[in-house]
């Protein structure tokens, strides 16, 4: 199956992303389509994204991957990554899918790991187009994340007076101070290879607000009863783990969550076996292609 390139606009900006159809669907036997999400700062070039699409069209879904405003090829203002900019941007891309004469209007779920996956759910939570949701090593409280990521009195301390510096430096110079992606959501450097290229390494300060103020949590509750699916590895050196089972928490029914021994953040992004079949069991279940 070969993708094709797609554009829609979100905000009057024109975002890029790439269409693959399964083979057989048309006007007259419409596919199910899900959305693919990228990471923080990262593209639809990364393995988190183009693995799960081609994994979900050879079970006969439709995918749309899409670089997010301020990213890859999309328009917007370089590396100024706005939580609630990006749930724009996937609501945009609902409304380009549904009007496609290929895609079932009614069957479009979405999926994303990490950011995207704190992006998926807050979608789903505050739209109801999405039939079916699907977070990957996601978060639900940002300030909680963050908390967990810059752990102890020092590390906090300096992560905090970044958030105070940039706002002093916004009202001071009107311009945003730019901030390196390891200060914001630390990596370890053993899993940096997995971070696509093309990513962005600086983004202004109002991203890292944007995400300590991001409550995916409030709304996740909302989602039922349309199904859930949270994945997360059992020990996360990225987003913690408790994340997602706070989630859960929150949501409805039917929600499933699954951890994963034995594997790290980037869970869909190499050998997972095993993870694959846990989201095709629960895909035939809840959102059969």
């Given at each position: 199956m070969n993708g094709q390139y797609v554009t829609f606009t979100s905000d009057g900006l024109k975002i890029a992303g790439v269409l693959t159809l399964p083979a057989g669907c048309g006007p007259d036997k419409r596919a199910p389509a899900i959305l693919v999400?990228?990471?923080?700062?990262s593209n639809k070039s990364s393995k988190t994204v183009t693995q799960p699409c081609e994994f979900l069209n050879g079970l006969g879904y439709a995918t749309l991957a899409f670089d997010m405003?301020?990213?890859?090829?999309?328009?917007?203002?370089?590396?100024r990554i706005i939580c609630l900019d990006q749930v724009a941007d996937t609501r945009s891309a609902i409304t380009f899918l549904q009007g496609q004469p290929s895609i079932d209007p009614k069957r479009i779920a979405c999926m994303g790991t990490s950011f995207g996956a704190a992006v998926t759910v807050y979608t789903a939570g505050v739209d109801d187009r999405i039939a079916a949701a699907i977070s990957v090593g996601g978060w639900g409280d940002g300030e909680k994340k963050f908390r967990a990521q810059h752990p102890g009195p020092e590390?906090?301390?300096?992560?905090?007076?970044?958030?105070?510096?940039g706002k002093r430096h916004r009202a001071a110079t009107g311009k945003s101070l730019m901030v390196?992606?390891?200060?914001?959501?630390?990596i370890p450097p053993a899993l940096r290879g997995h971070v696509?290229?093309?990513?962005v390494q600086m983004f202004p300060h109002e991203t890292a607000q944007?995400?300590?103020?991001?409550?995916?949590?409030?709304?996740?509750?909302k989602i039922a009863p349309r199904p859930l699916?949270?994945?997360?590895?059992?020990v996360d050196s990225v987003t913690p783990t408790q994340q997602s089972i706070d989630l859960f928490g929150h949501a409805?029914?039917?929600?499933?969550?699954?951890?994963?021994?034995?594997?790290?953040?980037?869970?869909?992004?190499?050998?997972?076996?095993?993870?694959?079949r846990v989201l095709s069991d629960w895909l035939a279940k809840y959102f059969p292609a």
């Amino acid at each position: 199956m070969n993708g094709q390139y797609v554009t829609f606009t979100s905000d009057g900006l024109k975002i890029a992303g790439v269409l693959t159809l399964p083979a057989g669907c048309g006007p007259d036997k419409r596919a199910p389509a899900i959305l693919v999400l990228h990471g923080f700062g990262s593209n639809k070039s990364s393995k988190t994204v183009t693995q799960p699409c081609e994994f979900l069209n050879g079970l006969g879904y439709a995918t749309l991957a899409f670089d997010m405003r301020g990213c890859g090829e999309s328009e917007g203002e370089p590396a100024r990554i706005i939580c609630l900019d990006q749930v724009a941007d996937t609501r945009s891309a609902i409304t380009f899918l549904q009007g496609q004469p290929s895609i079932d209007p009614k069957r479009i779920a979405c999926m994303g790991t990490s950011f995207g996956a704190a992006v998926t759910v807050y979608t789903a939570g505050v739209d109801d187009r999405i039939a079916a949701a699907i977070s990957v090593g996601g978060w639900g409280d940002g300030e909680k994340k963050f908390r967990a990521q810059h752990p102890g009195p020092e590390a906090w301390a300096k992560f905090s007076a970044m958030l105070e510096e940039g706002k002093r430096h916004r009202a001071a110079t009107g311009k945003s101070l730019m901030v390196p992606r390891y200060d914001i959501v630390p990596i370890p450097p053993a899993l940096r290879g997995h971070v696509a290229p093309g990513s962005v390494q600086m983004f202004p300060h109002e991203t890292a607000q944007s995400m300590y103020d991001f409550r995916a949590n409030e709304v996740v509750g909302k989602i039922a009863p349309r199904p859930l699916l949270l994945m997360h590895p059992a020990v996360d050196s990225v987003t913690p783990t408790q994340q997602s089972i706070d989630l859960f928490g929150h949501a409805g029914q039917p929600t499933e969550l699954h951890l994963f021994s034995g594997a790290d953040h980037f869970l869909l992004a190499e050998d997972s076996k095993r993870e694959l079949r846990v989201l095709s069991d629960w895909l035939a279940k809840y959102f059969p292609a």
